[in-house]
T-cell receptor
């Protein structure tokens, strides 16, 4: 079946602009995660959704970052007033579910490479 | 706090050599999962294995094998008879189930494996 898809694959924007990054999880997966990967580093957790609600947004770096998942499927990561330091690859992953006491395998999308000039 | 250390930044081997990638983790949780992912040059993270903290049996899958030792908090990954297609960055990751957000992955910084002819 289809894997996790992310659009766009590349996004170049200017400092101060607003961007939206989209993630379409694997069909039937109720848990969705966003990570950010800087050059030469491992992915860092940003936020996770179980269904429509953000169950943990402790990884969001500041209030310029926001994510939604209104119907429990597609998610959008929104970044306001972008800064050069936001440049990174933004990865989305999904899993069957995510409950305390259970860790289903996360399957990752190809990522969106964001460049802020 | 959870932490994953991959001390080997880069490893170069000649095809057909065996190679071991080290992973050391820190956690206060008694219940956790460990993962290995592969990130080829295309950029997409590919799931390789998931192991829970109660299962210390080593696992073999084709040319891949994993050695989990709770006594040393290590989860090492060995590729036997390496091939050029194994060239990638390999990430070890940890998920705590009782004290952390279920399924939130904490990644190491990765080990870049270069296999040459």
């Amino acid at each position: 079946g289809a894997g996790v898809s992310q659009t766009p694959s590349n996004k170049v924007t200017e400092k101060g602009k607003y961007v939206e990054l989209r993630c379409d999880p694997i069909s039937g997966h109720t848990a969705l995660y966003w990570y950010r990967q800087s050059l030469g580093q491992g992915p860092e957790f940003l936020i996770y959704f179980q269904g429509t609600g953000a169950a943990d947004d402790s990884g969001l770096p500041n209030d310029r970052f926001f994510a939604v998942r209104p119907e429990g499927s597609v998610s959008t990561l929104k970044i306001q007033r972008t800064e050069r330091g936001d440049s990174a690859v933004y990865l989305c992953a999904s899993s069957l579910r995510s409950d305390r006491g259970r860790a289903d395998t996360q399957y990752f999308g190809p990522g969106t490479r964001l460049t802020v000039l | 706090a959870q932490k994953v250390t991959q001390a080997q930044t880069e490893i170069s081997v000649v095809e057909k050599e065996d190679v071991t990638l080290d992973c050391v983790y820190e956690t206060r949780d008694t219940t956790y999962y460990l993962f290995w992912y592969k990130q080829p040059p295309s950029g997409e993270l590919v799931f390789l294995i998931r192991r829970n903290s109660f299962d210390e049996q080593n696992e073999i899958s084709g040319r891949y094998s994993w050695n989990f030792q709770k006594s040393t908090s290590s989860f090492n990954f060995t590729i036997t008879a390496s091939q050029v297609v194994d060239s990638a960055v390999y990430f070890c990751a940890l998920s705590e189930l009782n004290t952390g957000t279920a399924s939130k992955l904490t990644f190491g910084t990765g080990t870049r494996l270069q296999v040459t002819l």
